[in-house]
């Protein structure tokens, strides 16, 4: 009758153990992260649909606030206009244009920046919409969203032509001269006659957890496997008859 031996290498054994522990821990610290982000999603859904509310009442609470619809009046600073440079792809062939970022002043006093919308290359000068530029105290409607950061290859902003390569409000701000009440973007759903054409931004939370945790998991068994046989193949695992 044949029993099975194991004569283990300490050292090895030692190894395996601690390289194994940590990516069990990984893959469950990945499976954690993937609910902790499916609860995100969950609330972001929720709050898309809930009822508008002024936004002076969701600027307090800042990420809480983002996604959820809000409404705001005061007036536009059209002065101070800046642009964010965005080819626009949905529509066909790639057109070159600009994201309209407006400074508003809120009846309460405080300086929101808003994101309202998108204009072909050729109507970036608001002389040429000048429809478009309402004046006077306006209630508009959009929703709240974070900026966004630059990397290192993010060009850096044309000041003199207010022409900025990314939507990040304080940024913008500081090159206005302008103090915001919220480092978050107020992007606007609602539009004026002639105005720029309202484009939300896509919500893309990337959700590869399961991926990530699956990959952590299969390296802890390949790491097993490969141990178990480099013992087989030293004579320290198997079967004595």
Not at 11 to 16: E, R, V
Not at 51 to 72: K, N
Not at 207 to 227: E, K, M, R
């Amino acid at each position: 009758m044949s029993a099975l031996f194991f004569r283990p290498l300490p050292g090895l054994t030692i190894a395996t153990l601690v390289a194994l522990a940590m990516a069990v821990g990984l893959g469950t610290w990945q499976l954690q992260r993937r609910a902790e982000k499916h609860a995100m999603l969950s609330q972001i859904e929720a709050r898309k649909v809930m009822a508008a509310v002024a936004v002076e009442l969701l600027l307090p609470v800042g990420d809480y606030a983002i996604f959820r619809p809000a409404t705001a009046t005061g007036t536009f600073l059209h002065k101070d206009e800046a642009y964010v440079s965005e080819a626009r792809t949905n529509t066909g062939p790639t057109r070159p244009g600009v994201r309209v970022m407006t400074p508003f002043r809120l009846t309460g006093g405080d300086i929101i920046l808003v994101d309202r919308g998108w204009v072909p290359l050729e109507a970036r000068d608001p002389a040429t919409r000048t429809n478009g530029q309402v004046e006077g105290v306006v209630t508009i409607e959009g929703s709240l969203r974070r900026s966004a950061p630059g990397s290192t290859f993010t060009p850096p902003p044309d000041i003199k032509a207010r022409t900025w390569f990314k939507r990040n409000a304080p940024d913008i701000a500081a090159g206005l001269g302008l103090q915001l009440r919220s480092p978050l973007v107020f992007e606007a759903t609602s539009r004026s006659a002639d105005g720029p054409e309202p484009l939300p931004t896509a919500v893309n939370i990337p959700d590869n957890h399961l991926n990530y945790a699956l990959t952590w998991f299969s390296l802890g068994i390949v790491l097993v496997v490969i141990y178990l046989r480099y013992h087989v193949v030293q004579g320290r695992l198997g079967f004595r008859q």
